[in-house]
């Protein structure tokens, strides 16, 4: 059975920063590019961050490009989000996902996998 797990989030004061992770098992993970996705109350949920298997490409969103990083790493399953300067607007609860490519897709049907969601809370 393939699970995705998050945690880190909080709350946290704007220009702050968290740490998500997301530990997956069930599945060879290293072979698929995933993904972060957030969505804000009354709002679509949305890509933020995806990565390549093998960590060869990634894509962040313009609204978080030079302040979150996505990582992961194979050995332990997991796939983590470097959330840094955080803004009040990045307030959502944060899901983690995997798809069946290695290429990042940008699509949410093109996920198969999804975690709980952690919930991130930005003060200003």
């Known amino acids: 059975q393939v699970q995705l797990v998050e945690s880190g989030g909080g709350l946290v004061q704007a220009g702050g920063s968290l740490r998500l992770s997301c530990a997956a098992s069930g599945r060879t993970f290293s072979n698929y590019a995933m993904g972060w996705f957030r969505q804000a109350p009354g709002k679509e949920r949305e890509l933020v961050a995806a990565i390549s298997y093998g960590s060869y490409i990634t894509y962040y969103a313009d609204s978080v490009k030079g302040r979150f990083t996505i990582s992961r790493d194979d050995a332990k399953n997991t796939v983590y989000l470097q959330m840094n300067s955080l803004k009040p607007e990045d307030t959502a609860v944060y899901y983690c996902?995997?798809?069946?490519?290695?290429?990042?897709?940008?699509?949410?049907?093109?996920?198969?996998?999804w975690g709980q969601g952690t919930q991130v809370t930005v003060s200003s």
């Open positions: 996902a995997t798809t069946h490519y290695g290429s990042i897709r940008f699509k949410i049907e093109d996920y198969d996998y």
